[in-house]
């Protein structure tokens, strides 16, 4: 009974631990003074990027190195984003990681760029800081810990947040009108029915099944099945933006399956048939944190959107007979 006891004791400490190692929870006091505090959740302190100081010192200049990485703070109303209010995408100084959206960005009188809230919650890590005898949160990029600046609750936004960050943090790219035929590239299960109903929206002009975000070059039907080559299954469209828009895409792509399955669709399982939107732009990228926030507002869904946000990387086609695979048979997909 004794060692049957001993051993779910250090079952739930062993558990304990990973949960205490996976989150960080820090305390920092509400800004309206009434002595409230609040709970700070952060991620782990494992980041995506990983560079030595001597690393970041040679990527960048010295004004942002000590910014980023020495939490610096630019003296207020000269930073060169201040002003900035053009559509695009705040990405991060050190690592381009993406932190903010322009429609979250407003003045707040400050000196400093200020937002509403980050393009997604995991985009930043919140740290407790307590020099020069204020208490503060600090906000760092969550993908390779560089300084951004703080987080305050004076935001005029329906959550109260202001996010205060140097400009000297963050790169602007510029949403830039599309013209010409576009790419757009999705991933929702198997790619036969997928392609089908996506070639069949009014102004794409073609679309190939194939795979894409993994690792492995060239990879065989037969190997993305092991799931071991990091690649989905995936659609490439070509459209014509002046005929059908990228959200109207995004809208056909979630209504063909369920965005809150992960790593599978329906019976088929593994990472090459989850959900996933591959960027070509600021654009896109923009339009498709903007539709997943929509869907998780709507309530249409019981469980959040797990349909993963990436650049488009090397896209290989898949082999011939999986191309317009239902359309050679004469069928109109497999009913899933």
Same mark, same amino acid.
């Given at each position: 009974m004794r060692h049957t006891f001993s051993l779910i004791v250090l079952f739930l400490v062993v558990t304990l631990m990973s949960f205490a190692a996976a989150w960080q929870v820090q305390i920092a006091w509400g800004a309206d003074g009434g002595g409230q505090k609040k709970e700070v959740r952060i991620m782990d302190t494992q980041k995506k990027v990983m560079k030595s100081e001597d690393e970041w010192k040679k990527e960048l200049t010295?004004?942002?190195?000590?910014?980023?990485?020495?939490?610096?703070?630019?003296?207020?109303?000269?930073?060169?984003?201040?002003?900035?209010?053009?559509? #695009?995408?705040y990405r991060c100084g050190a690592c381009g990681a993406p932190l903010f959206r322009s429609d979250t960005k407003y003045d707040h009188?400050?000196?400093?760029?200020?937002?509403?809230?980050?393009?997604?919650?995991?985009?930043?890590?919140?740290?407790?800081?307590? &020099?020069?005898?204020? %208490?503060?949160?600090?906000?760092?990029?969550?993908?390779?810990?560089? @300084?951004?600046?703080? +987080?305050?609750?004076?935001?005029?936004?329906?959550?109260?947040?202001?996010?205060?960050?140097? *400009?000297?943090?963050?790169k602007f790219e510029k949403a830039t009108q599309a013209t010409g035929p576009q790419?757009?590239?999705?991933?929702?299960?198997?790619?036969?029915? +997928?392609?089908?109903?996506?070639?069949?929206?009014?102004?794409?002009?073609?679309?190939? +099944?194939g795979y894409t975000g993994g @690792?492995?070059?060239?990879? &065989?039907?037969?190997?993305?099945?092991?799931?071991?080559? #990091?690649?989905? %299954?995936?659609?490439? +469209?070509?459209?014509?933006? &002046?005929?059908? *828009?990228? %959200?109207?895409?995004?809208?056909?792509?979630f209504s063909l399956h369920d965005p809150t399955q992960i790593d599978r669709q329906g019976p088929d399982v593994g990472a090459q048939y989850r959900s996933a939107v591959f960027y070509h732009s600021a654009a896109q990228e923009l339009a498709a944190t903007a539709m997943v926030?929509?869907?998780?507002?709507?309530?249409?869904?019981?469980r959040p959107i797990a349909t993963q946000i990436a650049p488009a990387t090397d896209f290989y086609p898949a082999e011939e007979y999986h191309q317009k695979y239902y359309q050679k048979r004469g069928k109109q997909g497999c009913g899933i």
């Open positions: 010295p004004e942002q190195y000590r910014i980023l990485r020495q939490a610096g703070t630019e003296r207020a109303f000269t930073g060169a984003l201040n002003d900035v209010y053009d559509p #695009g995408l009188g400050s000196g400093w760029p200020s937002f509403t809230e980050p393009i997604t919650a995991g985009a930043i890590e919140y740290r407790d800081d307590n &020099t020069y005898g204020m %208490e503060r949160v600090e906000v760092r990029c969550a993908a390779c810990g560089s @300084h951004l600046g703080h +987080v305050f609750d004076d935001g005029p936004g329906a959550n109260g947040k202001h996010f205060c960050i140097n *400009s000297a943090s963050m790419k757009a590239t999705f991933a929702a299960g198997c790619f036969w029915g +997928v392609e089908l109903k996506l070639s069949q929206v009014s102004g794409v002009l073609s679309t190939r +099944v @690792h492995t070059k060239s990879p &065989t039907y037969e190997e993305v099945c092991t799931d071991g080559t #990091g690649h989905a %299954e995936a659609v490439e +469209v070509t459209y014509d933006p &002046t005929k059908v *828009s990228y %959200e109207k895409l995004l809208d056909t792509f926030k929509k869907l998780n507002g709507s309530g249409k869904f019981r």
